[in-house]
């Protein structure tokens, strides 16, 4: 028997294993199941104003302020609220944007509060981004 194939997770297993699963994440209480399988799990979540930067920017390099290279998944937060090394997975809140799994490894002088910058490796796609307001899950 045949049937049409469907967006939706069928089943999920005790090491993560999805068939079916949606497009892009798939976020539950206190879990998100990934379209790989995987599955993270995570124990708060903020409100935040994001925007997007790259290492050609004035004032920025390719050096973080805890001394990493930026990559996709660099995130610069006011340390004061999300301290450096925080894990993270960063979804828009109209849900059109996924960042993904991410790291709070940088700073900057205008990112003050609920405000992320977000690392992209090309001004048009900062430019793309744009600011949107985003929903931040902190991994366990």
Request: glycine share 12%.
């Amino acid at each position: 028997m045949t049937r049409a194939a469907t967006d939706t997770v069928i089943a999920v297993g005790p090491a993560g294993v999805v068939e079916g699963a949606a497009q892009g994440p798939v976020i539950g209480d206190g879990y998100i199941l990934l379209p790989t399988g995987e599955m993270l799990t995570y124990t708060d979540t903020a409100q935040v104003r994001a925007t997007a930067y790259t290492h050609t920017d004035a004032g920025c390099d390719k050096i973080t302020a805890t001394g990493t290279t930026v990559h996709w998944g660099t995130v610069a937060v006011d340390p004061k609220l999300i301290p450096y090394g925080t894990k993270m997975f960063i979804v828009s809140n109209d849900g059109k944007f996924v960042y993904g799994l991410s790291a709070a490894e940088d700073c900057g002088g205008s990112i003050k509060g609920n405000r992320i910058d977000l690392y992209m490796p090309t001004t048009s796609q900062c430019f793309s981004f744009g600011v949107r307001n985003c929903t931040i899950y902190f991994l366990s």
